[in-house]
Every structure is written in C-alpha cells, then in structure tokens.
C-alpha cells in the first residue's frame, strides 16, 4: 500500500483527502518510481470536477507528471534502481509511487532540483506538440499565446522563440504582463481591459496561429485575428465549449480550427515529444537558453491549498507538489 491523495466525489478541493491505496504495479517496459514532485495541470482540475475522466487503462488518481527515483525497472532498462527520473504519465502522479513508461521517462540532471524537474514534462511536451507538430510554426510566424503567464503559456512563448517567431500573449494582470515579456512575448494585451482584441492584433500584423486554451469565448476574436490560412489550435475550454462559427470567415480566409489533447495520444505520439524535450529542451534549458518557469511549490499534504492558488489564477507558470523525505539526487 501507499499513500495518494484521493477522491470520494468529484467536486472542489474539499473533496481530496490523503489516503490509502494499492501500490501500483508494472508492466514490462515500465518503471516504478517514488515520487519526490509532481507537477499541478488545469486538467487535473477538471478531473477532479469530474469533467476529464483519465483515459482507460489509466490511474484514477490525479496527476500527470512526476519526478522521482527509480524503485523497479526491466533489467535490461537504461534507468535502473536508485536512477532520478522525470517524465509524462497517463495519471496516478499525486502518490508516493507511480508508474512511468520507459520511453518516456528523462534522466535528470544533477543539477536539477526535483521541483524543476517535475514541472516540465507536461508545459513543454504539450508546447511543443502544438507550436511545432500542430500548429506549424515556422520563423518569422507571428503566433498568438493565450494565458500566456500559465505553465504551458510561459513554455510556449518561449517555444516560440526558439523556433524564430515572433510570441504575442494574453493574460489578466500587470505583472503577468511583465512575466509574458520576460519570457520573450513582442506583444502582450490584458484580456480583461481589451476583450475584443482582434483589432489589436491585426494593428501588430495579424497571427499565423493560436494556441487557445480558452475556448468558446475567443472564438469570434481569434477567427478574425487569423491571417490567411491561420491556424487555430485549441487544448482547453475554459471559456466554453460551444460558440457560433463564421464558417463564411473560415473559407474566406482559408482558416484551419483544430482541436488537441495530450493525454489522450497513443504513446507512440508521446515518445517523440519527450524525444524534443530531452534532446533539444533540456539541453537548452540547462544552457541558460530557456527558463524553467516554476510559481511555487506545495508540501503534497497541502494539495488542496495548491489546487485553489491555481484555480484563482494567481500562479506565474507552474505550480507543483513536493513529496517527503525528500531525498537527494
């Protein structure tokens, strides 16, 4: 057995509660590691409020990254026993031992405190798979990043860098302003003063493309600030799921609207994002090219606490679970 946190209800946080649970087992090609940090997502919000149930086959316990130690491991594995790990899992993260898919899981750097760690699979894969495989984005393409200050966000953005375009972002205060410019955004605007901001941007010369985790609410404004054949790609719904589509505007301006999850792809569509995140993220990051974009980190025990800082929209980038003893690397 185990400890985790757990669920009797879907509802707020006052429904999580720390309790028992079987230990999970693996599977040939599977390594079983103790948790030191698991990194908080919007969708590990809506599951909690029963409106993301994990896919089949999948822990119900939330969480979908981990840092950790390797406990078990194939013996033929490149990760053995006693091995720092961090990686992206199907759930089960918010517990003192998960599952992670060999070809998924990172080495970490020494260097790396396991917060840090904990904090970039699911950013910097789920920007990566929509800025380059989905979205498209080429240098010298303007592309348009909603909640620019959340964890995905601040990857994006400066995703969008490395790829040599040009990041405009949107977020709700000042300083997230600031910390969307410190990340690399060449244009920033408060959604909350410029709700219609499809002006704005066509002012700045337009998008190539959207990532929009907000939904039905943006969609009339990111349609209109579109360029011709734009790309707008969807990963949330925060705003709505249902709104009016101008499909005139649409094959007028030969737009393309896409929908996109990261949990839900087979694993094979997951290994070669956590190929660009070891091989060319990492990298990067640990050369002080890229920033790890860390808010603030919660004792486990205090998930709740961390899951209301979230869900107040109070975080600069990740927010992220710690789990004692915390051992060293």
Not at 20 to 43: D, F, H, K, S, T
Not at 226 to 251: C, H, P, S, T
Not at 252 to 277: C, D, E, F, H, N
């Amino acid at each position: 057995m185990m400890q985790a946190v757990l669920q009797d209800a879907p509802g707020g946080v006052e429904t999580l509660y720390i309790g028992e649970a079987p230990r999970p087992q693996r599977q040939a090609g599977q390594l079983l590691v103790q948790v030191m940090a698991a990194g908080i997502n919007r969708a590990d919000i809506v599951q909690r409020e029963g409106h993301y149930p994990p896919p089949p086959g999948a822990s119900s316990i939330l969480g979908l990254e981990i840092a950790g130690v390797v406990v078990e491991a194939d013996d033929n594995s490149r990760h053995q026993p006693g091995d720092a790990v961090f990686g992206l899992v199907a759930g089960g993260a918010y517990a003192e031992y998960a599952v992670l898919d060999e070809v998924l899981a990172i080495a970490k750097p020494d260097e790396m405190s396991w917060v840090e760690a904990a904090s970039l699979p699911e950013a910097w894969m789920t920007a990566w798979l929509n800025l380059v495989q989905v979205g498209q984005v080429k240098a010298g393409d303007n592309v348009l990043i909603h909640a620019g200050a959340s964890g995905v966000g601040a990857c994006a953005i400066q995703l969008a860098c490395l790829l040599g375009a040009h990041p405009f972002a949107s977020a709700g205060s000042a300083d997230k302003l600031q910390f969307c410019r410190e990340m690399g955004a060449k244009q920033v605007f408060n959604y909350k003063e410029t709700p219609a901001f499809s002006r704005l941007v066509k002012e700045w010369g337009g998008v190539d493309m959207i990532l929009d985790p907000v939904g039905a609410a943006y969609l009339a404004e990111n349609l209109a600030s579109l360029k011709q054949d734009g790309r707008l790609v969807n990963i949330g719904i925060m705003g709505g799921g249902k709104a009016e589509l101008n499909l005139g505007l649409v094959l007028m301006k030969r737009l393309s609207v896409i929908g996109s999850t990261l949990r839900s792809q087979p694993l094979a569509k997951k290994v070669p994002l956590a190929q660009a995140l070891a091989d060319t993220i990492l990298p990067a990051i640990t050369a002080g090219r890229l920033n790890t974009t860390v808010d603030s980190s919660y004792p486990w025990q205090q998930v709740a606490e961390a899951h209301a800082h979230m869900e107040a929209n109070a975080n600069l980038g990740k927010v992220v679970l710690t789990f004692f003893p915390v051992m060293t690397a």
